[in-house]
Nanobody, 113 residues
Framework: QVRLVESGGGLVQPGGSLRLSCAAS????????MGWSRQAPGKQRELVAH???????NYTDSVKGRFAISKDWAWNRLYLEMNSLKPEDTAIYYCHTGNSRYWGRGTQVTISS
């Protein structure tokens, strides 16, 4: 049974940092492509970052240079390092498989002073 559990969200001031974590189980994480998406209130869900099975990364333009996606296959964890956070980064962040078949329940990130 595939399971994805996010953690690490919270309330941060603008300019701050957060690291989101996603614990994965039930599939061969080492060879999987993975992604982080987010959904802000009243907006469509958007793909924020993607990492391929061979480690190549892609980001949506609004987070390039600020966010970094990574995999720790030894611990079956996916990470999203977020720096220089802005109020417009406020959203629920979801971990999911690269084919978007499996999703976690999300973790809330709020950027506010």
């Amino acid at each position: 049974q595939v399971r994805l559990v996010e953690s690490g969200g919270g309330l941060v001031q603008p300019g701050g940092s957060l690291r989101l974590s996603c614990a994965a189980s039930g599939f061969t994480f080492k060879y999987a492509s993975m992604g982080w998406s987010r959904q802000a209130p009243g907006k469509q869900r958007e793909l924020v970052a993607h990492i391929s099975s061979d480690g190549r990364t892609n980001y949506t333009d609004s987070v390039k240079g600020r966010f970094a996606i990574s995999k720790d296959w030894a611990w079956n964890r996916l990470y999203l390092e977020m720096n220089s956070l802005k109020p417009e980064d406020t959203a629920i962040y979801y971990c999911h498989t690269g084919n978007s078949r499996y999703w976690g329940r999300g973790t809330q990130v709020t950027i506010s002073s």
